[in-house]
């Protein structure tokens, strides 16, 4: 069972330099796809990209949260929302988002969702094939 990248996901990247299978992609392009995406066919669920993670984005595909509760200050990334995220990722570099929305505390949200839009991003999408 692979891992998932849930709409948590605010592109930091840290999690595909520490995957040691190269199973981690970018969502491009990211108007399309706005989060990264794992590889579940080369996934070999070592855990390493859970940790690196500064927005614990990731989960077991069995233990992705139907019912999220926000601590506050969370964002969701994905589309159709309409919100706009500024930062930078784990390198530095700037990270523009127009696909948000900001949680706040004590809101409930399904991130079960992620799973199928990883799903499609490597059988319908840009991943596909790959």
Do not use: W
Not at 105 to 119: H, Y
Request: hydrophobic share 30%; glycine share 12%.
């Amino acid at each position: 069972m692979a891992h998932v990248i849930t709409s948590l996901c605010l592109r930091d990247g840290g999690c595909v330099d520490v995957c040691p299978v190269e199973c981690i992609t970018p969502g491009n392009p990211q108007e399309s796809y706005p989060t990264f995406y794992i590889d579940p066919d080369t996934c070999i669920d070592c855990g390493a990209c859970v940790p690196e993670c500064p927005y614990n984005a990731i989960f077991p595909a069995d233990d992705v949260p139907a019912n999220f509760k926000a601590r506050g200050g969370e964002f969701v990334n994905e589309l159709g929302l309409t919100g706009n995220y500024s930062g930078t990722d784990h390198n530095g570099k700037a990270v523009q988002l127009s696909s948000t929305k900001q949680l706040a505390a004590g809101e409930v949200v399904d991130l079960t969702g992620s799973i199928k839009a990883n799903a499609d991003f490597y059988t319908k999408g840009p991943g596909y094939g790959k």
